[in-house]
């Protein structure tokens, strides 16, 4: 071969190596702006989110040669992965032991079917570090969400779909509460970031958005679990940022705010005294939300018991509630397959086998989340969000909550994993030893 040609095959491989390379950089960028816009879709539609992930999951399988395949593995067996699909395993072997239909049994299995996604995220974004534009999307789209609110409460007209509650332009009130409450908590922090820095413009901009969630919470449209989880998400804030003294201020505005609110808003007033009313009309067997979830945990209980250990099997919820509805009338002859609580959902279905399984899975994940930094701040709120209230809804299983759950724990641990590795491969730590900390593969191609 001649020098002209050597050089010649050199230029080829050399194009060829930086073609590939681009390849898989156009690759990748592609898989993280489908998960950033599923974040914006998500207060919006579930057929988007569902379209968008299955783009991103073809778009993954072509980036498999780039794969880690070793400490992809590897990081499947730590708690934060492990968990998770220790819960999907119990679901899948479930079907086998319950008497039910096979439309039933999967209809049952594919709450959980998201899950998998969770090591996916983990190990894709601690590649990327621009990982906070998947929250920064998901922000912006909940922040026009709530000003389409606003619009529709005074002109109900403009509204994308009839027979929707006042204020709800889109799915429903329950959803959008959940959204509005994490956005309103997560960015709390920024205003006394950006007003230390004297970035006074950014502050202010912070603070509207965050009144703008609460008044919109408050005065509009909320769900009553939020008087729940709210009260809890500002107290991590205030353990998370705040020295006692702070907390103690945070605290007493908190209570003269809640009060003015509550004698200046009529919803908020009706909304909680609607419990009094609705808990008598369970007393005289009609049906109503809050009679509804009582009737559903009374009877979520017996099942239960009749099935401690491993449960009745994947999807028999609701062929338990139609064999105890035999005969009933009003409430007692209500059939669901949601008991309206996590614990009671999973513990109907794979008894104190899953109920110990579901802990675990959100043990784990508080655990992952903690220290300083925007990935543990947004992360430890998605969880404690999520725990809080699944005591009033199976909001794991629910697409919207769940999703959140998924992407808000997925793309922060994944921010988290990739700053331990990134930290210790600076510090000169083994990269072997980094991946058994942080469950996190030690190197990509990508």
């Known amino acids: 071969m001649t020098e002209a040609m050597r050089r010649s095959a050199g230029v080829f491989g050399w194009a060829a190596a930086v073609a590939s390379k681009c390849r898989w950089g156009v690759l990748s960028l592609e898989a993280n702006l489908l998960v950033v816009l599923a974040a914006v879709a998500l207060p919006w539609s579930t057929s988007a989110v569902s379209i968008?992930?299955?783009?991103?999951?073809?778009?993954?399988?072509?980036?498999?040669?780039?794969?880690?395949?070793?400490?992809?593995?590897?990081?499947?067996?730590?708690?934060?992965?492990?968990?998770?699909?220790?819960?999907?395993?119990?679901?899948?072997?479930?079907?086998?032991?319950?008497?039910?239909?096979?439309?039933?049994?999967?209809?049952?299995?594919?709450?959980?079917?998201?899950?998998?996604?969770?090591?996916?995220?983990?190990?894709?974004?601690?590649?990327?570090?621009r990982s906070a534009w998947v929250f920064g999307g998901f922000l912006i789209s909940?922040?026009?969400?709530?000003?389409?609110?606003?619009?529709?409460?005074?002109?109900?007209?403009?509204?994308?779909?009839?027979?929707?509650?006042?204020?709800?332009?889109?799915?429903?009130?329950?959803?959008?509460?959940?959204?509005?409450?994490?956005?309103?908590?997560?960015?709390?922090?920024?205003?006394?970031?950006?007003?230390?820095?004297?970035?006074?413009?950014?502050?202010?901009?912070?603070?509207?958005?965050?009144?703008?969630?609460?008044?919109?919470?408050?005065?509009?449209?909320?769900?009553?679990?939020?008087?729940?989880?709210?009260?809890?998400?500002?107290?991590?804030?205030?353990?998370?940022?705040?020295?006692?003294?702070?907390?103690?201020?945070?605290?007493?505005?908190?209570?003269?705010?809640?009060?003015?609110?509550?004698?200046?808003?009529?919803?908020?007033?009706?909304?909680?005294?609607?419990?009094?009313?609705?808990?008598?009309?369970y007393q005289q067997n009609i049906a109503a939300s809050t009679g509804r979830r009582i009737e559903y945990w009374q009877k979520s209980l017996g099942f239960f018991v009749?099935?401690?250990?491993?449960?009745?099997?994947?999807?028999?919820?609701?062929h338990l509630f139609e064999l105890a509805a035999v005969g009933q009338s009003g409430l007692a002859g209500e059939i669901t397959r949601n008991p309206h609580n996590q614990t009671l959902a999973v513990a109907v279905q794979w008894g104190i086998v899953g109920v110990a399984v579901l802990y675990a899975m959100w043990i784990a994940h508080l655990q992952l989340f903690r220290g300083q930094g925007l990935a543990n701040w947004i992360g430890l709120l998605v969880v404690v969000q999520n725990l809080v209230s699944s005591l009033f809804n199976a909001h794991?299983?629910?697409?919207?909550?769940?999703?959140?759950?998924?992407?808000?724990?997925?793309?922060?641990?994944?921010?988290?994993?990739?700053?331990?590795?990134?930290r210790g491969e600076s510090q000169g730590a083994p990269l072997g030893n980094v991946s058994a900390v942080a469950g996190v593969p030690g190197r990509s191609r990508l």
Not at 66 to 86: E, G, K, N, Q, V
Not at 100 to 116: C, E, H, I, N
Not at 399 to 422: I, P, T
């Open 142 to 281: 909940c922040a026009i969400l709530m000003g389409l609110s606003w619009i529709v409460w005074f002109v109900p007209d403009l509204a994308l779909a009839s027979g929707r509650s006042p204020g709800v332009p889109v799915k429903n009130y329950i959803d959008q509460s959940q959204e509005f409450a994490l956005c309103m908590v997560a960015l709390t922090p920024f205003i006394l970031d950006f007003w230390k820095q004297g970035r006074y413009v950014a502050a202010l901009a912070c603070a509207a958005l965050v009144l703008g969630f609460f008044a919109n919470m408050a005065f509009v449209v909320s769900a009553r679990a939020a008087l729940i989880y709210v009260p809890v998400l500002v107290a991590v804030f205030a353990f998370s940022h705040l020295d006692r003294r702070a907390a103690t201020l945070l605290f007493a505005g908190v209570v003269v705010v809640v009060a003015t609110v509550w004698f200046a808003s009529p919803y908020l007033q009706a909304r909680i005294g609607a419990f009094a009313l609705e808990y008598h009309d």
């Open 52 to 129: 968008l992930f299955g783009f991103w999951l073809l778009t993954l399988v072509r980036l498999l040669p780039t794969f880690d395949y070793r400490a992809f593995l590897h990081s499947l067996a730590s708690p934060i992965c492990r968990w998770p699909l220790a819960l999907v395993t119990l679901g899948f072997v479930g079907m086998l032991w319950v008497d039910v239909s096979w439309q039933d049994r999967l209809q049952g299995f594919s709450p959980l079917a998201k899950l998998l996604a969770l090591p996916l995220l983990f190990y894709h974004f601690s590649l990327w570090p």
């Open 396 to 422: 794991l299983f629910d697409f919207v909550e769940g999703w959140m759950y998924v992407l808000g724990v997925g793309v922060a641990g994944g921010m988290k994993l990739g700053a331990q590795r990134r």
């Open 306 to 318: 009749d099935a401690p250990l491993i449960g009745h099997g994947t999807g028999s919820t609701r």
